[in-house]
């Protein structure tokens, strides 16, 4: 994983959510672990080792309909997709 995806994931973790208006209320799933800023902190807890693959967190790190809707209006210019796919890579 390079330090900019890394990065990336910082910088979206504590980010106030700007992207959030690009998922659709209409959406058929809400849930808030599933915003890009959620996801980021989920991914920087796996990669430091605070949460393990048995936890469940590499599943929750696929489901991504949040962080597609979001690709292109990020604040910020991150693709949040992108690092989490550095993150499950193998």
Do not use: W
């Amino acid at each position: 994983m390079t330090e900019d995806a890394r990065k990336a994931l910082r910088t979206c973790a504590f980010c106030p959510n700007t992207c959030r208006p690009a998922h659709p209320a209409s959406a058929a799933l809400q849930i808030e672990s599933q915003t890009p800023s959620a996801m980021s902190l989920l991914a920087l807890a796996h990669l430091d080792g605070r949460l393990d693959a048995a936890s469940g967190v590499l599943q929750a790190l696929k489901r991504r309909d949040a962080v597609h809707a979001s690709l292109g209006r990020c604040s910020y210019g991150l693709d949040i997709g992108a690092a989490l796919d550095a993150v499950l890579a193998p």
